[in-house]
């Protein structure tokens, strides 16, 4: 079977390589890639939509159909792990508690709780202890700055390398580290299950109705050009505003769904005890 | 022998994403471990990422961020000057979709564990037989 399989790899690699010999070299201003809508792009697109970071432009006006597209499908991952993966009402057998000053632990067995509020005990997981001062002092003090950085880069994307989806991520990846230095009961506290659903639907919500807004004011869908009406603005700076609305979906549905997706993976979907 | 080493660099970028799609190919046939498929698919991934930025590529010129020059005083540009934005564009939404179906895919294995108790693609199979002559 290895044999087999490392036959067929070579064999396809060998027919792509006979191809390359037909492609342009590396580097080629010339190549067929950078000839036909590129040059119109990278000529038109600071004066037809005000935005000097063309990928930008490209992403969520030019090609914003297909950015959409690609943030629903982003969405539907989301829920797909959801569905398949959670599980509800279902309590742990077993819990852990920690005695805050001695550091006694407690195993409870059955269904019964320590109130956690009492300020005495504190609920651990029970595979996975994470109690690291360090790290935790550290993190609490990254996250701020995390996440006023992944604001940046959302905002920021009109001028620099940046937008709703690296923002999205970096937003996502900031709760992510939450949970994983504290717990994941901690980071649900802070953004629970169901905001984090509403969040990755609303910024589905937030692109298509920038689209469906154009066609209420007499555009096209996507034709953000039509928001000059209602923004006072010229045509074209409206352009770049109406981009800036849509990386803000863009990144409020990424940030939902990379929450979800590493609460549902963690915990194998039961959102109590996770890494 | 001349030519082929001025072919290889010439277009050594094509020769890096084909070993990179290669590696990621015989991952996923070959080996018997679901993630490790799993790792093998988004080696393949990667290799197509390279490939599309690095046609994207052009000698001499910059990323595609222009000046703003206030109240729309554009200099001309030249498309020569700055590398190809529209690969990047594609990509940029490829790595995050990747991401994400990365994320259904560790699903979908945690859920296979939790049924056959094991990842290793003969013993899934072994399993799914017996349980179908039990059935019989």
């Known amino acids: ?275 | 022998m001349q030519d082929l080493i001025r072919e290889i660099v010439a277009g050594y970028n094509y020769w890096l994403y084909i070993v990179l799609m290669m590696i990621g190919l015989y991952a996923m046939i070959a080996k018997g471990n679901l993630v490790k498929k799993i790792a093998g698919m988004n080696i393949f991934q990667t290799a197509i990422i390279l490939f599309y930025v690095s046609i994207g590529c052009k000698k001499g010129a910059t990323i595609p961020i222009l000046e703003h020059a206030p109240h729309g005083a554009h200099h001309a540009v030249r498309a020569a000057d700055y590398i190809n934005p529209l690969p990047h564009v594609l990509m940029l939404t490829a790595i995050v979709v990747s991401v994400s179906t990365l994320g259904v895919a560790l699903a979908l294995v945690i859920k296979v564990y939790q049924s056959y108790g094991t990842l290793e693609e003969s013993e899934i199979r072994e399993a799914m037989r017996e349980a179908k002559t039990a059935e019989e």
């Open chain 1, 1 to 275: 079977m290895k044999i087999f399989s490392l036959i067929i790899a070579v064999a396809v690699g060998c027919v792509l390589l006979y191809a390359t010999g037909d492609f342009p070299s590396w580097g080629d201003p010339a190549s067929p890639a950078s000839t036909h809508v590129s040059p119109h792009y990278l000529e038109k697109a600071l004066e037809e939509t005000s935005v000097p970071n063309i990928v930008t432009a490209v992403l969520a006006d030019y090609r914003g159909y297909d950015t959409m597209f690609e943030t629903t499908v982003i969405f539907a991952a989301g829920a797909a792990c959801v569905i398949l993966l959670r599980l509800f009402g279902i309590r742990p057998k077993e819990r852990y508690y920690r005695h805050l000053l001695t550091g006694v632990t407690i195993h409870v067995i059955g269904d019964r709780k320590i109130p956690e509020d009492s300020g005495t005990f504190e609920r651990i997981d029970n595979l996975w202890v994470p109690h690291d001062m360090i790290i935790r002092s550290i993190c609490r003090f990254l996250i701020p700055f995390l996440q006023l950085f992944a604001l940046y880069v959302i905002a920021h994307g009109h001028h620099s390398p940046g937008g709703g989806f690296q923002g999205g991520v970096i937003l996502g990846a900031s709760v992510i580290l939450m949970a994983i230095s504290m717990n994941l009961r901690t980071s649900l506290e802070r953004i629970r299950e169901k905001t984090v659903a509403l969040l990755a639907a609303l910024g589905i919500l937030i692109y298509s109705g920038t689209g469906a807004l154009c066609i209420l004011l007499g555009g096209n869908y996507l034709d953000y050009s039509a928001l000059a009406r209602i923004l006072l603005v010229s045509p074209v700076e409206a352009r770049s505003l109406g981009i800036l609305a849509v990386e803000i979906g863009v990144g409020v549905a990424v940030m939902a769904t990379m929450i979800a997706i590493y609460q549902n993976l963690a915990s194998s979907g039961r959102l109590d005890e996770g890494l």
